[in-house]
């Protein structure tokens, strides 16, 4: 019984594979990719990112979203990653939107992402506060990068969206206080590209030169209006945190309300709680400024006006402690007055005196007087005359008689010193001779001169070739130098031995 059976068996086995059809691998992994990415096309999931290690070489970022019970992987192309406004992170619990789908080279289904955003405001909060603490301890958060507001600005950049209520506020507010000139840059303040765009804006105001046809801003602001964490996560991208950063130029943030806190608050120079309060920061009261101005010019005048006034006082009474003028001069006008009535007095006395003088002397030289007198003084000039012929005839044969022995004798003395003299220049000609090159000259020695007539010391002194004159006791010769000397080595003296203490010379 048991072989019919087994006979059996085999005959429907046999029938079951003529009827089966045989598929490929290729083909059922083809067959299951249509079915599920019809069956699903596009979906949102939810789950928790791991395995996540960055973007790939190429651009793509691999990694896989698992909840309590399942795992799914997934993949984001690099086209759509680098559009991303928020990044994936490895622990984070996102929403994932995108296409399911199939990997036949493993047999593996995966979603390929189109889009990614948190799973919630927790998840968002914990990725803020993640990145804060990254970007704080780089040190973009602390105090002393903060640069000061200028007080008067002449030019304001504003980073707004162009049709938002934000920038007609900043301009209202800053014509009520102070009418300043302002360029803005526009932006969106909402969606996948607000942070790359306030960058660049960012980035663009900071690169205008001073002087070019646009004016470079002296303040940038940077404003939209409240909304959800969601609205406002452009401003907390790293990118715009790092552009405000950088910025040279002073930045106020003033994004959504005084409550909502993004992480460009940190980065920036002044946090304003709303778009209108960073227009009150950037520029004062016109008016307020124009009173304090007229107050502080009305407070100058009556601090000169007391200051004049003090001095004023101060030289009244400086004055009324001073002696008057007349005062000063009363003495001096009396002691004038006296030495004029005493030169009266005095003159009239020494006119008096030279006219009693002159009349004694009046009569001493009338011309009697003086006729007298004039040949009193030729008869004292004949006597002293005749008196001087005597005395030159006398003295004459006097000295005559001194100076004949004196004569005598001097010619022997003359000629005794004459050969004393003679004596000593023999002896000098004789030493000069014995000194005197020519003497030598005539024992066969010649003297050498070179080219240009002074005596060649040395033999290295003379080049081959050299034209030489060698002068001898009878007359010059010239010559040529036909070869160079070979100047000899200097002999090195020998070091004198040292003694001990004992008179013992050392070996050293």
């Known amino acids: 019984m048991t072989e019919p059976i087994i006979q059996g068996t085999s005959s429907i086995m046999e029938e079951l594979k003529s009827n089966a059809h045989e598929f490929t691998v290729t083909e059922i992994s083809q067959s299951i990719k249509k079915t599920v990415e019809d069956k699903f096309g596009h979906v949102r999931v939810r789950g928790e990112i791991t395995g996540y290690r960055g973007p790939h070489s190429s651009g793509h970022a691999y990694f896989a979203l698992k909840d309590e019970k399942a795992r799914m992987d997934a993949v984001i192309w690099r086209g759509v990653f680098s559009k991303l406004a928020v990044k994936p992170e490895e622990g984070m619990e996102v929403i994932a939107t995108g296409k399911l789908t199939t990997f036949p080279g493993s047999s593996k289904y995966q979603i390929v992402i189109e889009h990614i955003e948190p799973a919630g405001a927790g998840a968002l909060m914990a990725l803020l ?70 960058s660049r804006a960012i980035d663009g105001f900071n690169a205008i030169q001073p002087g070019g046809p646009i004016k470079r801003p002296d303040l940038l602001i940077v404003a939209r209006g409240g909304g959800s964490i969601e609205d406002l996560w452009g401003f907390n991208d790293e990118v715009v945190v790092r552009a405000a950063a950088a910025s040279r130029i002073p930045l106020i943030s003033a994004v959504g309300h005084e409550t909502d806190i993004t992480l460009i608050d940190y980065a920036s120079d002044k946090r304003a709680p709303t778009p209108t309060g960073a227009a009150e920061m950037a520029v004062p009261v016109k008016a307020e400024l124009v009173a304090y101005v007229e107050d502080l010019g009305s407070r100058t005048r009556n601090a000169q006006l007391r200051t004049l006034s003090n001095f004023k006082d101060r030289m009244r009474a400086i004055t009324a402690s001073m002696p008057k003028p007349q005062d000063l001069t009363a003495t001096a006008r009396q002691r004038q007055d006296l030495a004029t009535l005493r030169l009266g007095n005095a003159l009239t006395q020494f006119i008096q005196q030279k006219r009693a003088k002159l009349g004694a002397l009046a009569p001493r030289v009338s011309a009697n007087a003086l006729e007298q007198k004039n040949q009193n003084l030729r008869e004292r000039l004949t006597t002293l005359g005749g ?70 010391r040395s033999a290295g002194a003379l080049k081959k070739g050299e034209g030489v004159t060698l002068r001898m006791h009878d007359g010059d010769l010239g010559a040529v130098i036909a070869d160079a000397p070979t100047p000899k080595p200097k002999k090195v003296p020998k070091p004198e031995a040292k003694k001990t203490n004992d008179g013992q010379e050392s070996l050293f």
């Open 387 to 456: 008196r001087l012929d005597q005395g030159l005839k006398q003295p004459t044969s006097r000295a005559r008689l001194k100076l004949e022995p004196l004569s005598k004798s001097m010619d022997p003395a003359f000629q005794r010193l004459l050969d004393k003299r003679k004596a000593v220049l023999d002896t000098q000609s004789k030493l000069l001779n014995s000194f005197s090159y020519k003497g030598v000259l005539s024992r066969g020695y010649a003297l050498v001169l070179d080219a240009s007539g002074q005596v060649a």
């Open 129 to 198: 506060e993640k990145r804060r603490k990254q970007l704080m301890a780089e040190g973009l958060f602390d105090a002393d990068r903060k640069q000061e507001l200028p007080y008067l600005p002449q030019t304001i950049g504003v980073i707004t969206s162009p049709t938002g209520a934000v920038i007609r506020d900043i301009l209202h507010r800053l014509d009520d206080r102070f009418p300043t000139h302002v360029i803005v840059w526009p932006v969106r303040v909402q969606g996948d590209t607000c942070g790359a765009e306030v």
